[in-house]
Structures are given as structure tokens and as C-alpha cells.
Nanobody, 115 residues
Framework: QVQLVESGGGLVQPGGSLRLSCAAS????????MGWYRQVPGKERELVAL???????DYPDSVKDRFTISRDNAENTVYLQMNSLKPEDTTVYYC?????????WGQGTQVTVSS
């Protein structure tokens, strides 16, 4: 059984930082493209960071230079370092593992940016 378990969310003040983790079991992430997504209620889930199996990264303009995705294949874990957080970053963040037709999602972790 494949599981992706996110952690590290919470409440942070504007301008602060959080580091999210996504621990995988049932798969070895080294062969997967791994992504972090977020979804605001009423809107589609959007990609915020992607790291491919060959460690190519990609970010939308909204988070570029603030968010950094990384992977530790030995620990079977993906990370999202989020700096200079803004109130509009508040939402649930999800981890996704993708390989060909296989897509696996975590349950999400809440990030709240507020003073």
C-alpha cells in the first residue's frame, strides 16, 4: 500500500518560514516525479513545486525565489522549504508522486500565514 504522509504545516507570521516534509512508503521515490500542490477552497489544485526523477525543478512565478523543493531518496522523503510566506499562501498543501500512469497523493497539511 502506497502512502504519502505530509507534515510540517502550521501557523506562521507573514515573512516567516516553514519546511514541509512528505514521507513515502510503499514506493521508492527515486523513480518518481514529486510535486507539492495547494488548493484553495473553490479553486483547482495548483502546482507549487516540482522535482523530477532527474532532479530538475520547476516553480510557478507566484512562489519562485521563495519556495525550494528537494528530495532525499535515501530517506524516501521530499521537502518543501517555504520562505517569505504571505497570507495568500494560506491553504492545504499536498504531496504527489507521479510515474507514468501512476499518481499518488498525500492527505495534505494545513499552512496558515497570519499575524
Amino acid at each position: 500500500q502506497v502512502q504519502l504522509v505530509e507534515s510540517g504545516g502550521g501557523l506562521v507570521q507573514p515573512g516567516g518560514s516553514l519546511r514541509l516534509s512528505c514521507a513515502a512508503s510503499g514506493i521508492r521515490i527515486n523513480g518518481f516525479d514529486m510535486g507539492w500542490y495547494r488548493q484553495v477552497p473553490g479553486k483547482e489544485r495548483e502546482l507549487v513545486a516540482l522535482i523530477t526523477s532527474d532532479d530538475t525543478t520547476d516553480y510557478p512565478d507566484s512562489v519562485k525565489d521563495r519556495f525550494t523543493i528537494s528530495r532525499d531518496n535515501a530517506e524516501n522523503t521530499v521537502y518543501l522549504q517555504m520562505n517569505s510566506l504571505k497570507p495568500e499562501d494560506t491553504t492545504v498543501y499536498y504531496c504527489k508522486a507521479q510515474f507514468r500512469y501512476f499518481n499518488y497523493w498525500g492527505q495534505g497539511t494545513q499552512v496558515t500565514v497570519s499575524s
